[in-house]
């Protein structure tokens, strides 16, 4: 795993704003035996040492990701003499996975879940100084899971650290290499949406009380062909399911997680108003579910998406839908409706290379992905699925972008959307529009009537995406009228330019 855990990120404040602390502090461990602040020892009494022993449990408080000892102090101060042994247990108070890691001393623990259980990591102290521990999975020390080492005494001569890898000046980073290219997984899935899967027209009918469940769900899928990715998900797809209710609605949803997850999950719907969209209340463990009940209130195309820190990291994974909350008597009557999301992923070897890849944190700071995708996945929606139509239907394009970084310019080569619905208002669509803007955690309707027959690509006009993976189709069939279109492939004798 790629950790360069030099960079201070931004997100941060995004992830502490999201006050999570409905998931509160675990339940103390059992009393360790440590003794903190423990005098300084003679040296000759340091050659020999003590046994230090700390109980640290993982739990969220006050919005972050933190460590917690038997005192429920979170990311407290261990401290030890020079010459000690030093053994920490470590348990998962929350389900997901975590390690610790003392780079400069050279200590790093085996990950551990809820599967796994506690773990112990032993060592003896040979330097004096104050060192950080953190843990090491990505974008967990960049929200809270961070504290300090103190060792008092002197460092013993021979046992000096050796230097940093003459590559990087972050201490300790031989320990983390870039993990070893691996072949793509045989046994990866497709994840990619269908876009026809579009829930049927609520249309004229009272409010009622409707229900959802959906499971987050962590799987190896296909990003693209002789690559795999490993996706963070609702319900196994991405984007996630499509929702669909009626302005005036109310909506109990249920959230479950897995329980082979290694990570917390929950849901932020756009049309939800209170509770940070849902993403307050439905931070869940593994093997947990919890529920919210809300009003729609105001009609139009929203997006959800995970709402657990680090927040764009679950994004890009893939945990991204939208929820549709139609007006009082429903939406116009069309022929077709489809359902397309783009997103932008990260990752540590370049688009196209045929691996299993990883996802890369840096590269998600620094917003220079090496996908952009329709539907979760290269050729998603040329390959795996496409959008049909014939000639003298309407179709409408329940469109939106999960990102979670960047700006689509969402256009349909060969056709002019008749109907705009920006920002995914349904009060007051434009008309005739040829390209339009769609921000992330953004969406729009449009809607366009297919008058002569062909391949119409569904891209971003940034067009060097579709290089990226961004492309798709609308396969349109029927009779050609060559009064709206006719080409002259003979060509004329003497041309010329």
Known sequence: MR???????????????MALTTVGAAAAPPAATAQAGASQAPATQQARGAVKKYTLETGIVNGKMVFIDDRGQANPVLRANVGDTVEIRLKSGEGAQHDIAIPELKVQSQKFDTASGPVTVRFT?????????????????QIGMEGVFEVAGTSIAEAAPKAAAKTTGVPGAELYTAPAARPADAAAVSVAMDP??????????????????????????KLDDGTSFTYWTFDRKVPGPMLRARIGDTIELTLANARDSKMIHSIDLHAVTGGHGGGEHTQVGPGQEKTITFKALNAGLYVYHCATPLVPQHISAGMYGMILVEPEGGLA?????????????????????KTHQEFDLDKLAAELPDYYVFNGAVGSLTKEHKLTANVGETVRIFFGVGGPNKISSFHVIGEIFDKVYSEGSISSPKRDVQTTLVAPGGATIVELKVDYPGSYLLVDHALSRAGKGLVGMLEVSGAADTSIYKADTAGKAGATH
């Open 3 to 17: 950790t360069r855990h030099s960079r201070n990120f931004s997100l941060l404040a995004l992830a502490a704003a």
């Open 125 to 141: 102290v040979t330097q004096a100084g104050k060192f950080a521990y953190y843990c090491t999975i990505a974008g967990h020390r």
């Open 196 to 221: 026809a899967a579009v829930p049927a027209p609520i249309g004229a009918r009272a409010p009622q009380h409707l229900k959802y469940r959906m499971e987050t769900v962590e799987l190896t899928g």
């Open 333 to 353: 009557k069309v022929d077709r409706e489809y359902y397309v999301m783009q997103g932008d992923m990260y990752t540590t070897r370049p688009h196209g290379a």
